[in-house]
Protein backbone atom coordinates (compact mmCIF):
# COMPACT_ATOMS: atom_id res chain seq x y z
CA UNK A 1 0.00 0.00 0.00
CA UNK A 2 1.39 3.47 -1.02
CA UNK A 3 1.52 5.78 1.92
CA UNK A 4 1.07 8.91 -0.65
CA UNK A 5 1.58 11.33 2.34
CA UNK A 6 5.08 9.82 2.76
CA UNK A 7 7.68 11.50 0.80
CA UNK A 8 7.59 14.49 -1.30
CA UNK A 9 4.82 13.68 -3.51
CA UNK A 10 5.07 17.80 -4.50
CA UNK A 11 8.22 17.60 -6.43
CA UNK A 12 6.54 14.98 -8.85
CA UNK A 13 3.46 17.09 -8.87
CA UNK A 14 5.24 20.19 -10.14
CA UNK A 15 6.63 18.23 -13.15
CA UNK A 16 2.92 16.78 -13.81
CA UNK A 17 1.31 20.65 -13.80
CA UNK A 18 1.16 20.80 -17.36
CA UNK A 19 -0.64 17.56 -17.62
CA UNK A 20 -3.25 19.51 -15.32
CA UNK A 21 -3.07 22.64 -17.43
CA UNK A 22 -4.32 20.53 -20.77
CA UNK A 23 -7.21 18.52 -18.68
CA UNK A 24 -8.17 21.99 -17.58
CA UNK A 25 -8.41 23.42 -20.75
CA UNK A 26 -10.16 20.32 -21.83
CA UNK A 27 -12.80 20.51 -19.81
CA UNK A 28 -13.76 24.38 -21.32
CA UNK A 29 -15.26 25.20 -17.93
CA UNK A 30 -17.71 27.91 -17.72
CA UNK A 31 -17.97 30.44 -14.46
CA UNK A 32 -19.74 29.12 -11.54
CA UNK A 33 -19.04 25.56 -12.80
CA UNK A 34 -19.26 22.67 -10.22
CA UNK A 35 -15.55 21.32 -10.61
CA UNK A 36 -14.30 18.06 -8.33
CA UNK A 37 -10.35 17.45 -8.48
CA UNK A 38 -10.59 13.90 -7.72
CA UNK A 39 -6.96 12.52 -6.13
CA UNK A 40 -6.21 16.15 -6.67
CA UNK A 41 -3.19 15.74 -4.60
CA UNK A 42 -1.41 18.80 -4.05
CA UNK A 43 -4.32 20.51 -5.86
CA UNK A 44 -3.04 21.30 -9.04
CA UNK A 45 -5.87 21.23 -11.23
CA UNK A 46 -8.00 22.08 -8.80
CA UNK A 47 -6.29 25.33 -8.41
CA UNK A 48 -6.46 26.09 -12.63
CA UNK A 49 -10.06 25.60 -12.26
CA UNK A 50 -10.37 27.90 -9.39
CA UNK A 51 -8.61 30.17 -11.62
CA UNK A 52 -10.91 30.01 -14.28
CA UNK A 53 -14.21 31.02 -11.93
CA UNK A 54 -15.35 27.37 -11.06
CA UNK A 55 -16.25 26.33 -7.61
CA UNK A 56 -13.96 23.75 -7.00
CA UNK A 57 -14.01 20.79 -4.37
CA UNK A 58 -10.54 18.99 -4.26
CA UNK A 59 -10.87 15.38 -2.78
CA UNK A 60 -7.90 13.14 -2.21
CA UNK A 61 -7.00 9.84 0.05
CA UNK A 62 -4.19 11.66 1.55
CA UNK A 63 -3.94 14.32 4.55
CA UNK A 64 -0.82 16.06 3.88
CA UNK A 65 -1.43 16.52 0.71
CA UNK A 66 -4.84 17.84 1.09
CA UNK A 67 -3.08 20.02 3.48
CA UNK A 68 -0.85 21.28 0.86
CA UNK A 69 -3.26 21.90 -1.21
CA UNK A 70 -5.22 24.00 1.21
CA UNK A 71 -1.92 26.02 1.68
CA UNK A 72 -1.70 26.40 -1.86
CA UNK A 73 -5.02 27.43 -2.58
CA UNK A 74 -4.84 30.26 0.42
CA UNK A 75 -1.47 31.55 -1.42
CA UNK A 76 -2.64 31.92 -4.35
CA UNK A 77 -5.58 33.52 -3.39
CA UNK A 78 -8.34 31.59 -4.90
CA UNK A 79 -11.45 29.71 -3.53
CA UNK A 80 -11.32 25.99 -3.48
CA UNK A 81 -12.52 23.27 -0.83
CA UNK A 82 -10.27 20.46 -0.15
CA UNK A 83 -11.59 17.32 1.79
CA UNK A 84 -9.72 13.92 2.67
CA UNK A 85 -12.05 11.22 1.08
CA UNK A 86 -11.67 7.87 -0.90
CA UNK A 87 -12.84 7.78 -4.79
CA UNK A 88 -14.75 4.72 -4.23
CA UNK A 89 -17.18 6.21 -1.51
CA UNK A 90 -17.74 9.86 -2.70
CA UNK A 91 -18.71 11.61 0.70
CA UNK A 92 -21.19 14.09 -2.11
CA UNK A 93 -24.81 13.87 -3.32
CA UNK A 94 -25.86 12.38 -6.51
CA UNK A 95 -25.64 15.27 -9.48
CA UNK A 96 -23.31 17.41 -7.26
CA UNK A 97 -20.83 18.44 -10.25
CA UNK A 98 -20.84 19.51 -13.73
CA UNK A 99 -17.19 18.59 -14.40
CA UNK A 100 -15.05 15.74 -12.55
CA UNK A 101 -11.33 15.82 -13.54
CA UNK A 102 -8.84 13.64 -12.32
CA UNK A 103 -5.34 14.04 -13.36
CA UNK A 104 -3.21 10.45 -12.92
CA UNK A 105 -5.22 10.15 -9.66
CA UNK A 106 -8.34 8.28 -9.83
CA UNK A 107 -6.28 5.24 -12.05
CA UNK A 108 -4.15 4.58 -8.43
CA UNK A 109 -8.11 3.67 -7.23
CA UNK A 110 -7.94 -0.56 -6.27
CA UNK A 111 -11.41 -0.99 -7.86
CA UNK A 112 -11.99 0.80 -11.20
CA UNK A 113 -15.37 -0.25 -11.75
CA UNK A 114 -16.74 1.13 -8.51
CA UNK A 115 -14.44 4.47 -9.05
CA UNK A 116 -16.04 5.18 -12.61
CA UNK A 117 -20.01 4.35 -10.77
CA UNK A 118 -18.78 6.92 -8.14
CA UNK A 119 -17.79 9.54 -11.08
CA UNK A 120 -20.58 8.91 -13.32
CA UNK A 121 -22.93 9.31 -10.00
CA UNK A 122 -21.89 12.47 -8.59
CA UNK A 123 -21.82 13.95 -12.02
CA UNK A 124 -25.37 15.79 -13.55
CA UNK A 125 -27.02 14.31 -16.32
CA UNK A 126 -25.00 15.42 -19.56
CA UNK A 127 -21.50 16.21 -16.98
CA UNK A 128 -18.04 15.48 -18.11
CA UNK A 129 -15.42 13.69 -16.79
CA UNK A 130 -12.02 14.26 -17.97
CA UNK A 131 -9.12 11.73 -16.79
CA UNK A 132 -5.60 11.87 -17.28
CA UNK A 133 -4.30 8.55 -17.56
CA UNK A 134 -0.69 6.73 -18.31
CA UNK A 135 -0.14 5.23 -21.61
CA UNK A 136 1.55 2.00 -21.36
CA UNK A 137 4.36 3.15 -23.62
CA UNK A 138 7.92 5.17 -22.86
CA UNK A 139 11.18 5.09 -20.24
CA UNK A 140 9.08 6.20 -17.32
CA UNK A 141 6.94 3.24 -17.82
CA UNK A 142 9.01 0.33 -18.89
CA UNK A 143 11.07 1.83 -15.29
CA UNK A 144 8.27 1.52 -12.78
CA UNK A 145 7.44 -1.52 -15.10
CA UNK A 146 11.09 -3.25 -13.63
CA UNK A 147 10.06 -2.03 -9.87
CA UNK A 148 6.45 -3.37 -10.21
CA UNK A 149 7.40 -6.86 -11.10
CA UNK A 150 9.99 -7.27 -8.63
CA UNK A 151 8.17 -6.09 -5.83
CA UNK A 152 5.21 -8.88 -7.13
CA UNK A 153 7.55 -11.24 -7.33
CA UNK A 154 8.72 -10.70 -4.45
CA UNK A 155 4.98 -10.89 -3.04
CA UNK A 156 4.36 -7.54 -2.37
CA UNK A 157 1.14 -5.87 -3.42
CA UNK A 158 0.79 -5.60 -7.48
CA UNK A 159 -1.51 -3.05 -8.98
CA UNK A 160 -4.89 -4.00 -10.64
CA UNK A 161 -4.51 -4.52 -14.11
CA UNK A 162 -7.09 -2.36 -15.84
CA UNK A 163 -6.54 -0.62 -18.74
CA UNK A 164 -7.00 2.81 -18.03
CA UNK A 165 -5.71 3.89 -21.30
CA UNK A 166 -8.16 1.46 -23.10
CA UNK A 167 -11.29 3.73 -24.21
CA UNK A 168 -13.04 0.14 -24.92
CA UNK A 169 -12.02 -1.21 -21.26
CA UNK A 170 -13.64 2.13 -19.98
CA UNK A 171 -16.76 1.64 -22.16
CA UNK A 172 -17.12 -2.32 -21.11
CA UNK A 173 -17.49 -1.12 -17.75
CA UNK A 174 -20.79 -2.04 -16.37
CA UNK A 175 -21.45 1.49 -14.68
CA UNK A 176 -21.27 3.39 -17.65
CA UNK A 177 -24.64 2.91 -18.35
CA UNK A 178 -25.05 5.25 -21.42
CA UNK A 179 -21.82 7.70 -21.16
CA UNK A 180 -20.25 8.28 -23.95
CA UNK A 181 -16.10 7.54 -24.01
CA UNK A 182 -13.81 9.83 -26.19
CA UNK A 183 -10.16 10.21 -25.88
CA UNK A 184 -7.50 12.81 -26.44
CA UNK A 185 -3.12 12.16 -27.14
CA UNK A 186 -0.58 13.96 -25.57
CA UNK A 187 3.03 13.46 -24.15
CA UNK A 188 4.72 15.37 -21.12
CA UNK A 189 8.50 16.03 -20.95
CA UNK A 190 10.48 15.73 -17.81
CA UNK A 191 13.85 17.04 -17.65
CA UNK A 192 16.97 16.52 -15.29
CA UNK A 193 20.93 16.56 -15.39
CA UNK A 194 21.04 12.86 -16.20
CA UNK A 195 19.07 9.65 -15.63
CA UNK A 196 21.04 9.72 -12.94
CA UNK A 197 19.83 12.20 -10.79
CA UNK A 198 16.40 11.83 -12.00
CA UNK A 199 16.24 8.12 -10.92
CA UNK A 200 17.87 9.40 -7.54
CA UNK A 201 15.38 12.06 -7.01
CA UNK A 202 12.40 9.55 -7.05
CA UNK A 203 14.16 7.27 -4.62
CA UNK A 204 14.19 9.88 -2.35
CA UNK A 205 10.85 11.53 -2.24
CA UNK A 206 8.35 9.76 -4.37
CA UNK A 207 5.94 7.65 -2.16
CA UNK A 208 5.80 4.88 -4.41
CA UNK A 209 9.60 4.52 -4.02
CA UNK A 210 9.40 4.73 -0.46
CA UNK A 211 6.66 2.18 -0.88
CA UNK A 212 8.20 -0.60 -2.84
CA UNK A 213 12.19 0.21 -2.34
CA UNK A 214 12.20 -1.69 1.70
CA UNK A 215 9.98 -4.76 -0.10
CA UNK A 216 12.90 -5.17 -2.96
CA UNK A 217 15.95 -4.56 -0.08
CA UNK A 218 13.86 -7.39 1.84
CA UNK A 219 14.00 -9.57 -1.31
CA UNK A 220 17.53 -8.75 -1.96
CA UNK A 221 17.05 -7.88 -5.57
CA UNK A 222 17.21 -3.89 -5.45
CA UNK A 223 20.89 -3.21 -6.83
CA UNK A 224 19.79 -5.22 -9.96
CA UNK A 225 16.78 -3.71 -10.32
CA UNK A 226 17.42 -0.30 -9.87
CA UNK A 227 20.30 -0.65 -12.65
CA UNK A 228 17.73 -2.23 -15.00
CA UNK A 229 15.27 0.19 -14.28
CA UNK A 230 18.07 2.87 -14.61
CA UNK A 231 18.82 1.21 -18.03
CA UNK A 232 15.34 1.93 -19.13
CA UNK A 233 15.80 5.45 -18.24
CA UNK A 234 19.41 6.03 -19.83
CA UNK A 235 17.67 4.24 -23.22
CA UNK A 236 14.85 6.46 -23.25
CA UNK A 237 16.63 9.74 -23.20
CA UNK A 238 16.47 12.05 -26.13
CA UNK A 239 19.12 14.47 -24.79
CA UNK A 240 23.24 13.40 -25.08
CA UNK A 241 23.65 16.22 -22.35
CA UNK A 242 21.49 15.64 -19.92
CA UNK A 243 18.33 13.78 -19.17
CA UNK A 244 15.07 14.51 -21.80
CA UNK A 245 12.19 11.71 -22.27
CA UNK A 246 8.68 12.01 -22.76
CA UNK A 247 6.11 10.04 -21.47
CA UNK A 248 2.56 9.80 -23.46
CA UNK A 249 -0.76 9.62 -21.61
CA UNK A 250 -4.50 9.92 -22.26
CA UNK A 251 -7.18 12.07 -21.46
CA UNK A 252 -10.61 10.29 -21.61
CA UNK A 253 -13.76 12.32 -21.40
CA UNK A 254 -16.73 10.49 -20.35
CA UNK A 255 -20.34 12.08 -21.00
CA UNK A 256 -22.64 11.14 -18.63
CA UNK A 257 -26.15 10.18 -20.40
CA UNK A 258 -28.62 13.77 -20.58
C1 LIG B 1 0.02 10.44 -8.90
S1 LIG B 1 -0.88 11.23 -7.64
C2 LIG B 1 -1.77 12.46 -8.60
C3 LIG B 1 -2.13 13.66 -7.77
C4 LIG B 1 -2.65 14.88 -8.53
N1 LIG B 1 -3.88 14.59 -9.25
C5 LIG B 1 -1.62 15.50 -9.43
O1 LIG B 1 -1.95 15.81 -10.59
O2 LIG B 1 -0.48 15.72 -8.99
C6 LIG B 1 -2.12 10.07 -7.20
C7 LIG B 1 -3.05 10.57 -6.11
O3 LIG B 1 -4.13 9.66 -5.98
C8 LIG B 1 -4.51 9.63 -4.61
N2 LIG B 1 -5.31 8.42 -4.39
C9 LIG B 1 -4.95 7.14 -4.65
N3 LIG B 1 -5.97 6.30 -4.35
C10 LIG B 1 -6.99 7.07 -3.90
C11 LIG B 1 -8.33 6.79 -3.44
N4 LIG B 1 -8.81 5.54 -3.41
N5 LIG B 1 -9.09 7.83 -3.06
C12 LIG B 1 -8.62 9.10 -3.08
N6 LIG B 1 -7.39 9.43 -3.50
C13 LIG B 1 -6.58 8.43 -3.91
C14 LIG B 1 -3.17 9.65 -3.89
O4 LIG B 1 -3.30 10.04 -2.53
C15 LIG B 1 -2.39 10.66 -4.74
O5 LIG B 1 -2.51 11.97 -4.26
Known amino acids: MV ?3 AGEYERTA ?3 EPAARHVVA ?3 LLPGDGVLDLACGTGNAALLAAAAGARVTGLDGARRLIEVAHGRAAAAGVDAKFVVGDALDLPFDDGSFEVVVSVFGVIFAPDPARAVEEILRVLVPGGRALLAVWRPEGPVHEEVG ?6 AEAGGPSRPPFAWHDPDAVRALPALDGARVDAEDAELTIERSSPEAYFAEGEAYHP ?3 AGRPILERAG ?3 RLREEALDTL ?3 NQDPDGFRITSPYRVLRLTRAG
Do not use: N, Q
Request: glycine share 8%; charged share 15%.
Open 146 to 151: VLARGI
Open 14 to 16: AEL
Open 3 to 5: DWS
Open 221 to 223: TYP
Open 26 to 28: LAA
Open 208 to 210: MSI
Open 234 to 236: RAG
